[in-house]
């Protein structure tokens, strides 16, 4: 037990380390990215994307061949669209969408 | 040096996510403990390594008997993906000082890096104690969800705010450069990456996305140079 949790502090700390490279290692790029018109451009465009991805990503546990077939997901999803296209906030959009779905998941 | 409206501002936008976390952190503290190791290694490893999918992945390998470095070498692949962020708040954080900014980009996760995408929503000049603000939220929350995990109860489905945050935030996105091509782009590079490699769905369709949108860029910008030297 005492091994295995020490095993697990020297694997944290080596995550630890992998966790502060990765997330500042674009530090040192700095320079590169203020004189590249392209990365610019680039980084202009890519977090859209990288949102999509995310969401996709996180929609992982539905089980769209399954009852009810992610109904209740997608229509969480549009439902918080639209008011987020009408009211233009975040909060508002998030709030009335978590109760949607916990009041769908109860049902379905 | 931090406003109490900085402040409270950062809280209010972080709320949902904290939300979020709890629900994904009682699932992390309980496979912690299920594995039979202390349940302060939960919060102590939320504190260091602050990266969900990470932590998943290297406690489901250590259960299948997997040694140090094979973990560290999947985790690094699925971890890569936080070195996109930071660069688009180069401009924003430039003035930053220099602890705010290794805080900033240690804790450039998933959601800090979605949240921090929309206009700042305070002065410019409390701009720095809010995006810190923000930032260690975030952090907290995380830790704080896989702490309470073992007290709490909780109900199921809290997790869908991510999703929903996630997909405002690719329409907030798209309702600002206009384009529909990067989206498709994504989407097409993930679909056969989820169905085939689902551990790496994700930062592949990044790396793909943006060499793609880089590429795109790179031949119009040189093609333009070639037009003038005509």
Redesign the interface.
Known sequence: ?LL??N??????????M???V??????T??HW??RS???K????????????????????GVKWSEHPHGLP?VG??LT??II??WRRS??I???V??VL??CL?QIF | MISRQAFMTALKISLPIGVAYIPLGVVFGLLVENQGYHWLMAPLMSLTIFGGAVQFLALSMLEQGSTVLPIVIACFFVGIRNSFYLPAFFERFKDYRKWVKAYLGFAMVDTTYALLLSPSPVEKNEDEGYCLSLAFFIHFFWVLGTLVGKFLPTLPGLEFSLTILFAILTLEQFLKIRERWPFVCAFIFWLPLHVFLPQYALVGGIFLTAFVIWLRFKRRFSSSLIGDAA
Do not use: Q, W
């Open positions: 037990m295995e949790n095993d697990l502090l020297v694997l944290t700390g080596c995550l630890f992998l966790s502060l990765t997330r500042l290692i674009p530090y790029l700095t990215f203020e018109v392209t990365l451009k680039t980084g202009g465009i890519l977090p859209g994307a990288i949102m999509l991805l995310l969401m996709l990503h996180t929609l992982d997901e969480v999803l918080a669209v987020f296209l975040l909060l959009s998030l709030i969408g978590m779905y916990m998941r």
